[in-house]
């Protein structure tokens, strides 16, 4: 969606809950930044721009003016293009006028349309948005019409429906003379609620279709019309454009040229002014975006219920003059802006406005209810725009500047790149729904895990056969930063490392987020992995959701209470003889499960030697360590229900083994490192630094546990072996990067947390 002014409480008290739960959960609305500063200030920030929706500061040497919304699905679309803001007025309380084009596949008729509209939109994200591009990837992969739509610039122009927009190439006047074409037109009619002082886009909008007669639509009580400025045209005609039955304000944009073959209608955001109308060939042009509709002779004035608008004409005498004007429309400073701001793991990033117009000095940051928080980041000269949040605090949801003088800048949104990559996933429904569920509900790591991943693979491959325009998660073709499906080139991991690292070094530690991966089925399982061991923002998603929820006045689903932890006292380890057979024979055809599970894992990546993987084959390794650290029983005390991996046993499948045979797949037959080929994705870096952070504490508990048995004393030295070398490829990779080693870090300290007093270790 994009708008000119923003209300964050009438957006999110209105559309917003009621998109969110009609299923559309990836939205992103454009504002122009000095509109929004103004009203973010006076009526404070949004509650859930950042983790529920995402807010783009649109700049503009003029003003940022469109008003689209464009929804798009599987098999249906909708593009809305007119006058109304999102504001309580543009939702409910002024008289607005909407061109409200449909997709479905049975009627294609304006998929064009969508795909130049969704350019247009992409064309004034600023370059350097941390989200944008991961929200329009997930709209291209579930909606294949777009983007062929998006990626066909060669379409050629409708005769008699076009999209008219601010371009480079051409004004906005340009646009509506070459698609009213030769037609003459015999009179001009006008409704528009602003103007320029002088009436210049009036003259320039009659000179370009022959100086027609014209016909101009005002509300006097509104008393925004140059009364002066019409003794400088002549030819013109006014007419009240409202009703005695209702005070509501006319903002709706029109433009009816009544032609010798056609009417031609054009509506949108335009107003009939310079700047609206001259767009890029303006300097303080704006940008604006309308719809030109051509209809048979005598048709339009009818189907806009306007036919009797003759019947009121207006007085001069009943216009303001002048003063009273500008007296009633003095503008106001608007307050700096405070740039931008995004939350990635611990640690926030600072982007300062381009304007620089507050000297500041330090970062207030507060909650989602606006309340202060107590860290307080200070900004020095030369410094990092990078800080370490402290994690006891709540999470931050907005940020202001206060400048060296005392003066604060204006909110802003901070954008929670965590929570916003899961809120925003797709609803799922059917099958994949079931197991996402599942994997939620879960509260120990087993072998459902892998079950539930191979499924999803299967189901997502099912899917893109289906539906050959879509797009595979595990599609590994390279692209460029220009191409309309927003991949990025797959690279060898050790490259993409290398480039990251300088990236970093060039922008003061900063790198995009470029998409976030959590809807395929790696990242599902990757998000769940992180759950079970407390290193995953979907909690926090589910927060604002049900917070969202509650102020929207929804019942929310009811949820079972979580599941007490098992502390039942009745165990197992190797050692004990007193329990029953029948749990015995549980237990060893469960050990035997995870042991088959660990051979065929070796089958796997046997096949796979030699050629390319993908971090979801260190997702799938990494699900695997855990699943073994979860079942292994204790090096001392009684084992638990889950606890089925013995320590010692006679066939050589004690639990330290198992790890090291995992492990020996990552540095002997795949060499996961060297032959890993990832995405240009931050997100993708993640996945690789979870599985490495799993990998070497998995090590170093065999290390413990193989330590405990004198049985495991031939493999003690290997394991050892195994462990050093996974420290020396961590060190290699994230030895450089705060950032990294930060995340390392935390996640050893939540395995250990974790699998660490369950093992006895």
């Known amino acids: 969606m994009t708008t000119y002014a923003f209300s964050a409480q009438a957006f999110e008290d209105v559309p917003f809950p009621r998109l969110r739960g009609g299923g559309c959960r990836n939205i992103t609305v454009l504002a122009d930044r000095g509109m929004l500063n103004m009203s973010f200030d006076e009526f404070g920030p949004p509650r859930y721009a950042g983790t529920l929706y995402h807010v783009v500061k649109a700049t503009m040497p003029g003003a940022f003016h469109p008003k689209i919304a464009l929804l798009a699905g599987a098999a249906k679309g909708r593009l809305m293009i007119g006058s109304a803001n999102l504001t309580g007025l543009g939702l409910g309380g002024n008289r607005e006028l909407v061109a409200d084009l449909a997709y479905t596949t049975d009627n294609p008729e304006f998929t064009s349309l969508f795909g130049q509209a969704m350019r247009y939109i992409a064309r004034h994200v600023p370059n350097d948005d941390p989200w944008f591009s991961s929200a329009l990837d997930r709209a291209l992969r579930h909606a294949s019409w777009l983007r062929t739509a998006m990626a066909d610039e060669s379409v050629t122009e409708r005769d008699d429906i076009r999209l008219i927009i601010d371009r480079s190439e051409g004004t906005i006047l340009d646009q509506i003379a070459a698609s009213i074409g030769t037609d003459p037109i015999r009179r001009l009619i006008v409704l528009s609620p602003y103007w320029d002082e002088r009436l210049e886009g009036l003259r320039r909008l009659r000179s370009v279709l022959g100086m027609p007669p014209t016909d101009i639509l005002i509300q006097p009580a509104a008393g925004l019309f140059p009364a002066e400025s019409l003794g400088r045209h002549d030819n013109l005609r006014l007419f009240n454009s409202g009703s005695e039955r209702s005070s509501r304000f006319i903002h709706a944009k029109l433009f009816v040229a009544l032609g010798e073959e056609s009417d031609h209608l054009i509506s949108g955001s335009m107003n009939c002014s310079a700047p609206a109308l001259l767009g890029s060939a303006d300097v303080s042009g704006n940008a604006e975006a309308g719809i030109y509709k051509r209809v048979p002779s005598g048709t339009a004035l009818a189907a806009l219920n306007l036919e009797g608008y003759e019947e009121n004409p207006v007085s001069l005498s009943d216009l303001p003059a002048r003063e009273e004007r500008e007296r009633s429309s003095s503008a106001e400073a608007l307050p700096a802006d405070a740039g931008n701001f995004e939350l990635r793991g611990g640690e926030l990033f600072w982007r300062p406005p381009n304007d620089g117009a507050l000297d500041a000095s330090e970062i207030r940051l507060f909650d989602r209810d606006y309340e202060e928080l107590a860290q307080v980041l200070q900004i020095e000269a030369g410094g990092t725009n990078r800080w370490a949040i402290d994690p006891d605090l709540r999470r931050p949801r907005v940020a202001r500047l206060v400048g060296h003088a005392g003066t604060w800048s204006a909110p802003a949104s901070i ?189 796997r990546t046997t096949a796979l030697k030699g050629s390319p993987i993908t971090t979801a084959e260190l997702v799938r390794l990494r699900a695997l360590l855990q699943i073994v650290l979860a079942g292994a029983m204790p090096v001392a005390g009684q084992a638990k229900e889950h606890q089925v991996l013995p320590l010692e046993t006679k066939d050589s499948t004690e639990w330290p083994r198992l790890i090291g045979r995992l492990l020996r797949q990552h540095f002997g037959t795949i060499r996961a490192l060297q032959s890993l080929q990832v995405e240009d994705d931050e997100s993708e870096h993640t996945r690789v630094l979870d599985y490495l952070a799993t990998a070497k504490f998995a090590a170093q508990m065999a290390v413990r546990g193989a330590q405990s048995s004198r049985s495991l004393a031939p493999i003690q030295k290997a394991l050892g072996a195994l462990s050093a070398d996974l420290e020396t490829q961590i060190k290699a990779i994230a030895a450089s990067d705060e950032a990294d080693l930060a995340r390392l870090q935390e996640l050893d300290g939540k395995l250990a947390s974790r699998f660490g007093p369950a093992l006895g270790i």
């Not at 325009?469 to 073709?477: K, W």
């Open 415 to 603: 954008v929670d790149l965590e929570i916003l990559s899961s809120s925003t996933l797709p609803v799922r429904r059917g099958r994949k729904r079931t197991l996402v569920d599942s994997l939620a509900e879960l509260d120990q790591e087993d072998l459902t895990i892998l079950e539930a991943l191979n499924e999803l693979e299967m189901l997502e491959e099912t899917e893109h056969s289906k539906n050959p325009g879509t797009v595979s998660s595990r599609s590994q073709t390279p692209t460029t930063q220009r191409d309309t499906e927003q991949l990025h080139q797959v690279l060898p991991y050790e490259v993409f490392v290398a480039a990251r690292n300088r990236s970093r070094a060039e922008k003061d530690g900063r790198t995009a987020w470029s998409r976030a991966r959590e809807d395929d089925p790696a990242g599902m399982i990757n998000a769940c992995l992180n759950r079970l061991v407390g290193l995953v923002s979907e909690d926090l998603s589910e927060d604002e959701e049900r917070a969202m929820l509650e102020d929207a006045a929804t019942d929310l689903r009811t949820t079972e209470p979580a599941k007490a932890e098992d502390t039942d006292a009745e165990g197992l380890n190797s050692a004990d003889n007193s329990i029953s057979p029948a749990r015995r024979a549980h237990v060893t055809a469960t050990a035997k499960k995870y042991v088959d599970a660990v051979k065929a894992f070796e089958k």
